[in-house]
């Protein structure tokens, strides 16, 4: 399976899985399928429950026409990098940057999407409902092709966007979150912890991750060596204790605000 290297607030490079095609696939069929039952529901609800005339045309397309239009770009935007048919087959877009990608970057994603916009604007319009078909598959097409000579398997959006789509692990346990029981007794080494973000948290649990699952701590010294700069909190502990006991102090601090 391929991975891609993306690095994370602290100059580490953390592994990733980039998604395969036909898990790219089958969400974008999911995504499609729940916007043909918005765009029939609400055909059948306007032309048949409420009867609308000729004169409500405007009305009718604007609300069926630019929910379909942003679906994707608000989806990613509200769900961490996710539609509903990235979130069933488990995939998410992520920035090369780094962590989650930015409003700008997921608006020039949803921007070149554009062959997707005549189909949508033609179905709604019905006259053209096969020029529409036509347009998605040529779009579509275009969009295999690219991802099948980018190293990266992205899209002409990613490209532009420098995002990349990759998996999401499927199970998780209490192991695998930031979150881990501490006792009422507990006693906080390091308060100043609560300066960190929820992000640069996140990335010390995945630094940790990746060195056990590697049995390579050297990516635990450089987090722990960053941090301690940051928070300007020396401390003869071994990297990986020290990033552990970290994760502890948050978690105990975090819960009793």
Known sequence: MALIQIATPFNIDIDFEIAE????LLAYCIDFIILLIYLYS?????????????????FILITILIPM?????????????QTIGKKVMQIRVVSLNGGEPTMAQYLLRWFLRFYE?????????????IAGFM?????????IVIMAITKKNQRLGDIAADTVIVNTRS???????????VGLDYQVKFPE???LTDRDINTIK???TQAKKNNNYDMCNKAAAKVQKVLKIPSDMYANEFLEKLLEDYNYLATRE
Do not use: P
């Not at 916009?117 to 409902?129: D, P, R, S, Y």
């Not at 199970?171 to 029981?181: A, E, G, P, Q, S």
């Open 21 to 24: 095609f036909h898990k790219r």
């Open 42 to 58: 609400l055909i059948y609800l306007y032309l048949g429950g409420f009867e609308l005339d000729e004169s409500a045309n405007g």
């Open 69 to 81: 239009l942003f679906y994707t770009f608000v989806c990613e935007l509200l769900l961490n990098g």
């Open 117 to 129: 916009w005549g189909f949508i604007v033609m179905f709604l319009l019905w006259q053209n409902a």
């Open 135 to 143: 347009v998605l598959i040529l779009g579509g097409f275009t969009s």
């Open 171 to 181: 199970k998780l346990t209490v192991d695998d979150t930031i979150f881990m029981h």
């Open 193 to 195: 912890v609560l300066r």
């Open 206 to 208: 995945s630094v940790l």
